[in-house]
């Protein structure tokens, strides 16, 4: 905890998460800070590869603090309050949408946000038309991240939860971290049984150092920003290794 204080950003440094102001302050941060603007470039960029084309709308859920839209344009923006740049307020447990009106659900950091995550995946099935998809990045659960998370990171971290929900204390200070992991990689055969039109097509873990030395949303910066290739040269000689780095993965779930 003292560690996490020391390392705290000064503009969220205190907040309370579940503030909708905090969505505005985190937005400031990535902006001041480039070496995470870029890891955001780049996030959105693997989303926008895996978009399939055809008819429907494209849903971003969560989003508030960042950008995507610059790079999916045609994309609706929402989030769970009233932010700047939306396009709508809604929540992933209940979209306020037709069947099949959806090509993709796209989101950075949410599923572990989402209290009762089984009655977000229905919603993706109900709401997604034949071949559309749900992409998002979330963090993932290694051997090294188990560590990073539990002595840095400011949200609730529980690998060993039995369950797919957790009590919701707000739309932000409510989490798991691990949950993306739990349901996709240790309770993999259950998801498969529970969920059989929603298909794992693409699980990528990446990025073991990148988010942290950056210093994310809520740390001050702990390397500059023209680092930022070295950094992401000396990753890509890790790929092999990333089943046992990985802080994140790039989750690709198809509709039959």
């Not at 740390?219 to 780095?245: A, D, H, I, N, V």
Request: hydrophobic share 45%.
């Amino acid at each position: 905890m003292m560690l996490k204080n020391l390392l705290a950003h000064p503009f969220t440094r205190g907040i309370n998460l579940d503030d909708p102001r905090t969505t505005h302050l985190r937005n400031l941060v990535i902006q001041e800070k480039p070496f995470l603007t870029r890891i955001y470039q780049e996030w959105y960029q693997m989303i926008a590869a895996w978009i399939p084309g055809g008819g429907g709308s494209i849903l971003e859920l969560g989003s508030g603090a960042g950008f995507m839209r610059q790079h999916i344009p045609e994309l609706l923006a929402s989030d769970v309050f009233i932010c700047p740049k939306i396009d709508m307020v809604c929540d992933g447990q209940q979209l306020p949408l037709t069947q099949a009106s959806l090509r993709a659900i796209v989101m950075t950091d949410v599923l572990h946000h989402i209290p009762n995550a089984r009655l977000f995946l229905a919603e993706a099935q109900r709401c997604l038309r034949p071949g559309g998809r749900v992409i998002m990045i979330e963090p993932w659960v290694t051997s090294w991240s188990r560590f990073v998370y539990d002595i840095l990171h400011h949200e609730p971290f529980d690998p060993r939860s039995p369950h797919w929900d957790f009590p919701s204390s707000g739309p932000l200070s409510g989490a798991n971290d691990a949950l993306p992991w739990i349901i996709l990689s240790r309770d993999r055969a259950a998801y498969e049984l529970e969920f059989p039109s929603l298909k794992i097509t693409h699980l990528h873990p990446f990025m073991p150092f990148r988010y942290l030395v950056c210093g994310g949303i809520s740390l001050r910066t702990l390397m500059p920003g023209w680092s930022f290739g070295l950094w992401r040269g000396f990753e890509k000689m890790l790929s092999p290794l990333m089943k046992y780095l990985a802080m994140f993965a790039l989750i690709v779930l198809q509709r039959d």
